[in-house]
């Protein structure tokens, strides 16, 4: 089983301000590599996959990348609709797919 | 509108069974493998069981094995997923996602709430 780690766990910045959210497998995916954001009462929503694509209708200020084994969720300029917490998830190893345990964002 | 509907939760013993269902619309389900996620009470998602878009591969996270099943009815439009032998540990949750072509979950049900409690 791939493991997946998120950091840091919680991350309490102000509007405007940028966020960097960091996820790690403990095994190569590729790029098979995506970022969810889920806010208290709704279902989680798809923000990036492929590691950096953005999912349709995403704002631009979401984006993601990969250096080697990291990928990184860049959250640019803050709003307050953003407070969530987000994960990352790997589909390299269909169908047995494996979410971090996320990282919440206090705005 | 594409959209999916979960039901069949409820309050369950330990060790009886449940089955949850899916309902889709709005796109070609046949054409989509889908899955279930759930998420504990106070604990991040959790991959359930996945099934490709002719239910001829599926799979489960280790904890379920052997007691959750799952299975799509393509001429219904719906998925479901039989739980046996609950445990108060299955108490979550439970979404069912649609897999995008890339293999990521683009579409999610609002889930349903399993309880497993005496």
């Known amino acids: 089983e791939i493991v997946m780690t998120q950091s840091p766990a919680t991350l309490s910045l102000s509007p405007g301000e940028g966020a960097t959210l960091s996820c790690r497998a403990s095994r190569g995916v590729a790029n098979n590599l995506a970022w969810y954001q889920r806010k208290p009462g709704q279902a989680p929503r798809l923000l990036v996959y492929?590691?950096?694509t953005r999912a349709a209708g995403i704002p631009a200020r979401f984006s993601g990348t990969r250096s080697g084994a990291e990928f990184t969720l860049t959250i640019s300029s803050l709003q307050s609709e953003d407070s969530a917490v987000y994960y990352c998830?790997?589909?390299?190893?269909?169908?047995?797919?494996?979410f971090g345990p996320g990282t919440k964002v206090d705005i | 509108e594409v959209q999916l509907v979960e039901s069949g939760g409820g309050l369950v013993q330990p060790g009886r069974s449940l089955t949850l269902s899916c309902a889709a619309s709005g796109f070609t389900f046949e054409g989509y493998a889908m899955h279930w996620v759930r998420q504990a009470p106070g604990k991040g998602l959790e991959w359930v069981s996945g099934i490709s878009r002719n239910s001829v591969n599926f799979g489960y996270v280790d904890s379920v094995k052997g007691r959750f099943t799952i299975s799509k009815d393509n001429a219904k439009n719906s998925l479901y997923l039989h739980m046996g032998n609950l445990r108060p540990e299955d108490t979550a949750l439970y979404y069912c996602?649609?897999?995008?072509?890339?293999?990521?979950?683009?579409?999610w049900g609002q889930g349903t709430t399993v309880t497993v409690s005496s």
């Open positions: 996602a649609r897999e995008n072509y890339y293999g990521s979950l683009d579409v």
């Open positions: 492929g590691g950096s």
């Open positions: 998830q790997q589909y390299n190893t269909w169908p047995a797919f494996t």
